[in-house]
């Protein structure tokens, strides 16, 4: 069975930053794509960060520049980069393929706030 685990959220002032970790168990990271996917507080949970499984990757437009997606195939890690962080990044991050197929982890929470 597929489990999911995020970490490396946290509180963090405007502007600083924050990597964020997923690790996959089993063989299903390295021929899948994935993505990081939030939500917000009242909002739907969105993809906001995608990679393929060989590596080419997209992000959505609010984070484009900020953010950046990567994978180790090797360690089935999923990593999210994410910089010059804003109030309106504050959300529970999850990983999963795109479109998801696994059961949700229990996510890592992210609060941008001076």
């Known amino acids: 069975q597929v489990q999911l685990v995020e970490s490396g959220g946290g509180l963090v002032q405007p502007g600083g930053s924050l990597r964020l970790s997923c690790v996959v168990s089993?063989?299903?990271?390295?021929?899948?794509?994935m993505g990081w996917y939030r939500q917000a507080p009242g909002k739907p949970r969105l993809l906001y960060a995608g990679?393929?499984?060989?590596?080419?990757?997209n992000t959505a437009d609010s984070v484009k520049g900020r953010f950046t997606i990567f994978r180790d195939n090797d360690k089935n890690t999923l990593s999210l980069q994410m910089n010059n962080l804003k109030p309106e990044d504050t959300a529970v991050y999850y990983c999963?393929?795109?479109?998801?197929?696994?059961?949700w982890g229990q996510g890592t929470p992210v609060t941008v706030s001076s």
């Open positions: 999963n393929s795109v479109p998801p197929k696994i059961g």
């Open positions: 089993g063989s299903f990271f390295r021929d899948s794509a």
């Open positions: 990679i393929t499984s060989d590596g080419r990757s």
